[in-house]
């Protein structure tokens, strides 16, 4: 089926009475869309081609194309599944200039028909736009041998998993779940929610964001600038955890935990404190307006250090609402007892 075919009429593409698959396959329907969405955006990239594209209108133009389709488009949708994407994401590898986005397309696809799952293969690393303001309910995940820029930009809400190479997981999203299993450059970058975990290999976590942060694996740094959640370490971290963390949150409370290891650990940052892990350098050294508690502290108050016991087999778990009690309650007690922030060797 060729695109010309898409469409008897393509300024009426939200008229039901016009189109042209009304007996396709969803694999029919998809791919079709697919190219007709390509077709509108080709000439467009000649002037977008050195600069980044305006992502809501790639978004929206899908969104405009697949809507007619939404009650024939159903559960899992696969993008190996079809030749043309491949086609263009080879394209894209060669020549990073010509980056067409595709996951914005999907993204329309997935947030605006019945498809609650989109599973992402092979792509070129140059494409980008999966996940792009992802609903609740839904679901992205990137295969074990899949790669691409990044997903989840600006989720509403759904699940985020990689378990190949990715660029940014998360950025500037409102909520949802975030699952790193495999690498990922970072996780979260200026978040104003959701749950963030990393279980293998991630550039950074949180900076310059809010929500809650969990590293098991390992991570260059966590909750660099960053606003109120919390940031918990059970993996390595190679630098900054916290530098200059809760600096700029304007309501509640930036919480930093650590029981891994990490290199400096809330360098002039601002908040609530606890080392029971192991910080090389520089413990809470600079801080304004701060709570902190280190090892020494937790092996001389039995009930601290109990709290922190119950924060790490919560955080083992990912079980983030718990860790969210568990936090105010250790809030409270350093705010009682007002342990002094202090450099360590």
């Given at each position: ?154 989720a509403e809400g759904g699940t985020v998993v990689n378990n190949g190479d990715v660029g940014g997981m998360g950025d ?174």
């Amino acid at each position: 089926m060729t695109q010309e075919h898409l469409y008897k009429k393509a300024d009426k593409a939200d008229d039901m009475a016009d189109l042209d698959l009304k007996d396709a396959e969803p694999m029919q329907i998809v791919g079709a869309c697919y190219a007709e969405w390509l077709n509108e955006n080709t000439d467009k990239y000649k002037v977008w081609m050195h600069s980044d594209p305006p992502r809501e209108i790639l978004y929206r133009n899908a969104c405009r194309i697949i809507r007619p389709f939404k009650e024939k488009l159903a559960g899992e949708l696969y993008t190996d599944r079809l030749p043309l994407v491949k086609k263009i994401s080879e394209e894209a590898e060669k020549n990073s200039c010509k980056d067409y986005d595709t996951g914005y397309f999907f993204s329309a696809v997935l947030n605006e028909t019945g498809v609650n799952k989109l599973c992402i293969g092979r792509l070129s690393r140059n494409e980008g736009g999966f996940g792009y303001r992802l609903q609740p309910g839904k679901t992205v995940e990137v295969l074990r041998w899949g790669r691409v820029s990044h997903i989840g930009d600006r989720a509403e809400g759904g699940t985020v998993v990689n378990n190949g190479d990715v660029g940014g997981m998360g950025d500037y999203a409102k909520s949802g779940k975030f699952v790193n299993n495999g690498r990922a450059d970072s996780m979260g970058f200026f978040a104003e929610s959701g749950d963030f975990i990393n279980h293998n290999h991630a550039g950074s976590m949180g900076n310059y964001a809010s929500g809650n942060f969990i590293n098991h694996g390992k991570v260059r740094n966590i909750g660099g600038e960053s606003k109120a959640g919390i940031f918990i370490n059970c993996g390595s971290i190679e630098e900054e955890f916290g530098k200059d963390g809760g600096r700029f949150m304007e309501n509640g409370m930036s919480y930093f935990f650590n029981f891994g290891t990490a290199e400096r650990m809330g360098l002039k940052g601002k908040g609530v404190f606890v080392n029971s892990g192991i910080v090389k350098k520089t413990f809470v050294y600079g801080a304004a307006e701060s709570f902190a508690a280190d090892r020494k502290v937790l092996k001389e108050n039995t009930e601290l250090n109990a709290l922190m016991g119950k924060i790490r087999l919560a955080a083992e778990s990912d079980n983030i609402s718990k860790i969210e009690k568990l936090a105010r309650k250790v809030d409270g007690h350093l705010r009682g007892k007002k342990y002094k922030p202090r450099k360590i060797a």
